[in-house]
């Protein structure tokens, strides 16, 4: 199984999903430049964090742009599973494959801390390994965290099912003492209508060693994992 | 020929950083200061025969300069 790992120019968590998904059974990751124009081969595509093209202009305005960005689009609308982590994130709402965007965290600070995730659906790609309700601990790390979308595209995510994961507290509520950001409805990761293409502002990349404080991103990978084993025994 | 653009955030958009700034106007004798919106500006050089130029420039004001689900764009000649 061979995950691609985007690099554009000033990616700085395309080492940590590389090692990260290497260091799981029979998958494959290997970086892709971002001017590369080919995507064939990968079973899915990871778009790490980083601060592509120095954030000018607006988080991932720049990076969307590049070569690489017509095979995402062209790989995600023939429902290849996605991710984008952070910096991934901002660029797969800046292209349009996620609604919504992500704008300055309400405090203006930096914020770089462990955090606590709600699973809010229990069987998309990328979460059936966790049952509804189950916490996460996940690093964040960003200036633009803050996840913004109108009030029809909210009420369009929740009927979807499309918001994946919330900001909780330790105990799993989901209120404003547990929102780092600013984040409408405490959403840390959303899911397109097709539910393959998924972007999330915590880390699961950073969070895949327990003694490096928490192994819960594993299953993030490992949910991905097993929907690509699962989809290619369907097509076998 | 110099064309300016201006990109505001819309008004549903938290803007962090002109709240910060309204109240640090507040703080420095201004309390009649009431919001702060901060957006970008830009002067773009460009020449001037180029056809087509306005619709051009419009689409990537929209596509790369602004962002349409959270700021408005403004060219201002």
Redesign the interface.
């Known amino acids: 199984m061979k995950f691609a790992v985007i690099q554009f120019p000033g990616s700085n968590c395309d080492q940590d999903c590389l090692a990260a998904l290497n260091g799981m059974a029979g998958v494959k990751a290997e970086y892709v430049w971002h001017k590369n124009t080919s995507l064939t081969g990968y079973d899915a595509i990871v778009l790490p964090g980083g601060f592509s093209y120095g954030d000018y202009l607006r988080c991932g305005a720049i990076a969307r742009f590049s070569p690489i960005m017509a095979s995402v689009v062209e790989e995600a609308r023939s429902g290849k599973l996605v991710i984008g982590t952070c910096n991934g994130f901002q660029v797969l709402c800046e292209i349009g494959l996620l609604p919504g965007a992500l704008v300055r965290n309400r405090a203006l600070h930096f914020i770089c801390e462990v955090v606590t995730t709600r699973v809010e659906v229990a069987d998309s790609a990328f979460t059936h390994g966790c049952p509804q309700g189950s916490l996460l601990r996940l690093p964040i790390a960003h200036g633009e965290g803050c996840y913004f979308a109108d009030e029809a595209t909210l009420r369009e995510l929740n009927e979807r099912r499309q918001i994946i994961l919330r900001y909780a507290t330790a105990d799993g509520r989901i209120d404003a003492s547990a929102n780092p950001n600013g984040s409408v409805e405490n959403i840390a990761g959303i899911c397109n209508r097709e539910g393959n293409v998924f972007g999330l502002m915590p880390h699961p990349d950073r969070a895949c060693e327990a003694r490096l404080g928490s192994a819960d991103g594993l299953k993030i990978f490992q949910s991905m994992i097993e929907t690509i084993a699962a989809s290619s025994e369907r097509a076998a | 020929m110099k064309v300016k653009v201006v990109v505001t955030?819309k008004a549903?958009?938290?803007?962090?950083?002109g709240a910060?700034v309204r109240d640090a106007m507040q703080h420095l004798g201004m309390p009649e200061v009431q919001a702060v919106r901060i957006g970008?500006y830009l002067e773009i050089e460009v020449d001037e025969k180029t056809p087509n130029l306005e619709a051009r420039l419009n689409d990537l004001c929209r596509d790369?300069?602004s962002?349409p689900?959270?700021e408005d764009y403004e060219v201002v000649k």
């Open positions: 955030p549903a958009v938290l803007d962090p950083q910060a970008k790369l300069l962002n689900v959270i």
